[in-house]
């Protein structure tokens, strides 16, 4: 299913149609964290929703050296034995193994940002889509949080229907396209 692979000298995991970690997916949240003034911004904890082998993770750990609270929910067991393969330890965070819909119906504690990248190979997860997660992500952020959602949207229509939906919920919601293919929705 997985296959970690050297691309542009780094190590990254692909299935055969998507990069899970570390290629293209780095880049979009890089892009992504810049957008929203990540390093600037008063955060203290972070919730990321399909962790994967923890490339968001080095991002906040190595570009912006931040020790700050994160939290990862990672459906796939398989990653217990792919992100040692990728970083040395976690520090300051807790990584749950479980279904982040699940997880997002049972949290209790405020983040402020939230980052979700849920796919099944390159499908969007659609129940990220759902009224009732939009409703337990909101429920979720601090008072200035930030949701950053990564999609790969199959139509415009899709987009359009998903921006509007994430519109009746947050009071600002903003959408920038990355490698022509993702469609990144900013929310506060």
């Known amino acids: 299913m ?9 190590k990254v995991l692909n299935t055969k149609d998507a990069n899970y970690s570390y290629g293209s997916l780095h880049t979009i949240f ?3 964290l810049k957008e929203i003034k990540f390093g ?3 955060i203290k904890k972070v919730l990321i ?11 906040i750990r190595d570009e912006y050296r931040l020790d700050i609270d994160i939290v990862g929910v990672e459906k796939d067991p398989t990653y217990k034995e792919i992100i040692p393969l990728f970083l040395d330890n976690l520090t300051n965070c807790n990584l749950v193994y479980g279904d982040a819909i699940d997880f997002m119906e ?3 504690v405020k983040y402020d940002l939230i980052l979700c990248d849920l796919f099944v190979n390159n499908e969007v997860l659609i129940q990220t889509m759902d009224f009732l997660f ?3 992500v909101k429920k979720s952020l601090s008072a200035n949080g930030c949701y950053v959602h990564n999609t790969m ?5 899709e987009e359009r229907d998903y921006f509007m939906a994430l519109e009746q919920t947050f009071n600002e919601v903003d959408l920038k396209v990355y490698q022509y293919i993702n469609s990144v929705f900013f929310c506060k």
């Open 153 to 157: 949207m199959p139509s415009k229509t």
């Open 30 to 32: 890089q892009r992504a």
């Open 134 to 136: 939009i409703r337990n």
């Open 2 to 10: 997985f296959d970690i692979t050297w691309e542009n000298g780094k």
């Open 40 to 42: 600037k911004r008063p």
């Open 49 to 59: 929703l399909g962790f994967g082998a923890g490339s968001i993770y080095k991002i």
């Open 106 to 108: 049972r949290n209790e």
